[in-house]
């Protein structure tokens, strides 16, 4: 069993142990003051884990209500947030109870985001499945829902009061799947580590994944704890998610992963900081490779300026001006504010084809 600890607004626990899922129960009674728990999770999860999970919060002493909502990034809405809260109002659900966000980043961050916002706040627990959700988005209470103008632009900063990861969920998750989560791995290495990056050139990630989670998490947890609400040292953690944003918005969502698309996003900026001179050349390569070596895209037919015009309206945008991640060297990043006007010149120098 491994844990971390994160010191933030409200400090809790991360714990990586092999079959935790099934022992969930006792895990969470001591942490939260719930009598009663509402499982959050998708069609996908909860035939697989909702009954293990049920029954140890059963056994743990809980009262267990579930809500279950149709898997796909399509169903992170407002409106499946209104279905959520009619479901913890129809069950009676107080400030005195919890939710459990069974599943993958969508799950986790509509569970949160319900948890956030119903009465004001209440408790959740975090039990990320995916490898993307074990790796970067249960940590760091980053919750929310897609409008139609871009993703994540209704949410909260809400932090789970457990996060439980069970390594054998792995094991369910088809290749895709598993590859949209290498993206986020791939990420971590190009923004802080170095080593970690060498590791995944090196080695097979899916031999090594214990200590990737671990590596990941920890990563994730200094940078949440240094700067919890985003205002500087946290926008790393948004590397290729700029236009990776705007690249799964010009396919509806749909047809692409949040990974796969982050990957065509940090190719992009990677080339675009070599071409400016900010990035050390043959970054761009190295990434690109690593990427194809883990069965993620590296380019995408949509247009660049169709891109660049889409994350005008993202999150990282303000004023005048936008901010954009670039890495100086692999394992080492940092931030440049752009003017709005200067967003596609400045990507588009690194187009190639
Ligand atoms: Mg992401």
């Avoid at 499982?39 to 579930?66: H, M, Q, W």
């Avoid at 980043?105 to 627990?125: E, L, N, P, S, W």
């Avoid at 990737?212 to 704890?225: F, L």
């Amino acid at each position: 069993m491994k844990k971390l600890y994160v010191k933030s607004s409200k400090d809790y626990e991360i714990i990586i142990e092999h079959g935790i899922i099934k022992n969930c129960g006792e895990f969470i009674k001591p942490i939260v003051r719930g009598e009663r728990a509402m499982i959050i999770s998708d069609s996908n999860v909860y035939p697989i884990y909702g009954g293990a999970v049920t029954e140890s919060l059963e056994s743990a002493g809980f009262k267990v209500c579930s809500h279950v909502f149709p898997a796909g990034e399509e169903s992170k809405n407002l409106a499946s947030i209104a279905d959520m809260y009619d479901s913890l109002a129809e069950n009676g659900f107080s400030r005195r109870d919890f939710i459990v966000a069974l599943g993958g980043g969508v799950t986790g961050d509509m569970a949160g985001f319900a948890a956030a916002t119903y009465q004001r706040g209440i408790d959740f627990v975090q039990i990320p499945t995916s490898l993307l959700s074990q790796v970067d988005s249960s940590v760091g209470g980053k919750t929310g829902v897609d409008i139609r103008q871009g993703k994540n632009l209704v949410g909260a900063f809400w932090q789970p009061s457990v996060v439980l990861i069970d390594p054998n969920t792995l094991a369910t998750l088809t290749p895709e799947f598993f590859s949209d989560g290498m993206a986020e791995v791939i990420k971590y290495g190009c923004i802080k580590s170095e080593a970690l990056f060498e590791r995944l050139e090196s080695e097979n990630a899916a031999e090594i994944i214990d200590e990737i989670i671990y590596e990941c998490v920890d990563i994730k947890r200094g940078v949440v704890e240094r700067d919890e609400r985003e205002a500087g040292e946290r926008m790393l953690l948004n590397f290729g998610h700029t236009l990776g944003h705007s690249i799964e918005k010009a396919h509806n969502y749909t047809g692409i992963s949040h990974g796969q698309a982050v990957g065509v996003g940090m190719v992009i900026m990677a080339r675009a900081g070599e071409a400016a001179g900010m990035t050390e050349s043959g970054c761009a390569d190295r990434i690109k490779a690593l990427l194809e070596k883990y069965k993620l895209p590296v380019s995408d037919k949509t247009e660049l300026k169709t891109l660049t015009d889409g994350a005008l309206g993202d999150k990282k945008a303000s004023g005048d001006g936008i901010n954009i991640v670039l890495i100086r060297k692999i394992g080492d990043s940092f931030t440049e504010r752009l003017k709005k006007t200067e967003l596609y010149g400045f990507c588009s120098q690194g187009e190639t084809e």
